[in-house]
């Protein structure tokens, strides 16, 4: 009797101390909080409730502070570091006040004397007037930078991180890891100039595509190649800078008023602009020091030709839907980790005049 009277006392020792350990942890400090001071004497059902939450943590990040939860539990289903879907997020920006940055945005280009009336003669429709509002949303999204305060903005770029890597935890938000997957620097929001925050939209809408998610990661593998490696995501950004001028040039006018939308013909110009890049990039044997000239020739073609881009891009998702299409085939490419992105002399969009002859520069 007295080694299991023992024995109990030890176990219940334990649990206490147990407990005691549970109570000073935030979640259950969240849950005191509101249940507005109440002090359980006895293991109740919200201390239960915290201690499977803290089961159910994964891992956590020591530098970060990060929490994994592992999938399925309680907790997950509001925690941050959750993927985000394109329409999630898009309806994040739908929701929050963006008065302040859709006062910046030029909705179209100015044009006057002779270039005014040539584009009124020969240029492009204009946009239906109730597309014009989801148009400005687009402009709106892309003056909004990378704000580390808001939870949205940290679940697009843990999605972008997760589905380009393979990797099942999260990251931190700043750190080399982002350089390996071709930014500039540590920290993502440096390198977003020029496309602001949809830049991010549109690299989440590649990966969370099921369509698009396999051009992504071939993109990303020939952003890799020993010979031909450019910084994958600093040249997202660029494409971004393409789709934006194309948009306010109104040359996507015609196919928006066609499909009666506009988010989407943004979304899948920039997918099949994307897709040129990579098939000229591989052909042609471009390098980093041809970027700017690559890029600028993209654009002219991109603007001119919207609807074969569109068109090209859907046959070849049509081919890869069915096997039939790679953009690769058996390139030699780096390892894992590429190249750092911070070595490679890169020139994008902005960077380049018109009488340059130069491809040096860093976006």
Avoid at 51 to 76: L, M, N, R, Y
Avoid at 271 to 278: E, G, V
Avoid at 305 to 319: C, D, K, N, V
Wanted: charged share 20%; net charge neutral.
């Amino acid at each position: 009797m007295n080694e299991k009277s023992c024995s109990f006392h030890n176990e219940k020792e334990l649990r206490e101390e147990q407990i005691s350990e549970l109570k000073n942890h935030s979640l259950l400090q969240a849950l005191r909080a509101e249940a507005n001071g109440w002090e359980p004497a006895a293991v109740s059902a919200e201390v239960l409730r915290a201690q499977e939450e803290w089961e159910a943590v994964d891992t956590i990040q020591p530098d970060t502070g990060i929490f994994h939860f592992a999938p399925g539990s309680q907790a997950s289903s509001d925690h941050p570091g959750q993927l985000v879907s394109f329409s999630e997020a898009l309806q994040h920006f739908q929701t929050v006040d963006l008065s302040s940055f859709k006062k910046r945005i030029q909705p179209t280009i100015r044009r006057t004397g002779f270039a005014a009336l040539r584009h009124c003669l020969f240029g492009p429709p204009k946009l239906h007037q109730g597309l014009r509002e989801e148009r400005d949303l687009v402009l709106t999204i892309a003056q909004c930078g990378l704000d580390s305060q808001d939870p949205m903005h940290g679940r697009v770029l843990q999605t972008i991180y997760k589905k380009l890597t393979g990797s099942k935890f999260d990251c931190a938000l700043h750190g080399d890891h982002w350089e390996d997957l071709g930014f500039q620097g540590a920290n993502p929001a440096t390198d977003l100039r020029g496309a602001g925050f949809l830049a991010l939209l549109h690299l989440l809408y590649l990966v969370m595509d099921s369509k698009t998610l396999p051009m992504a990661l071939e993109i990303l593998r020939l952003s890799r190649h020993h010979i031909q490696q450019f910084p994958f995501c600093l040249m997202s950004v660029n494409i971004t800078r393409i789709a934006i001028q194309a948009l306010r040039e109104e040359c996507l006018s015609r196919e928006c008023n066609r499909q009666q939308k506009v988010i989407p013909v943004v979304n899948s110009f920039y997918a099949a602009t994307f897709l040129r890049l990579a098939h000229v990039w591989r052909t042609q044997k471009k390098t980093i020091s041809d970027s700017g000239f690559v890029l600028k020739d993209l654009e002219a073609l991109a603007k001119k030709s919207p609807r074969r881009l569109l068109r090209t891009l859907e046959i070849y998702l049509a081919r890869v839907s069915k096997g039939q299409a790679s953009l690769l085939g058996s390139q030699k490419h780096c390892g894992p980790q590429g190249h750092n992105s911070k070595d490679l002399t890169f020139t994008g969009v902005c960077d380049l005049q018109p009488h340059s002859s130069e491809g040096a520069g860093l976006i």
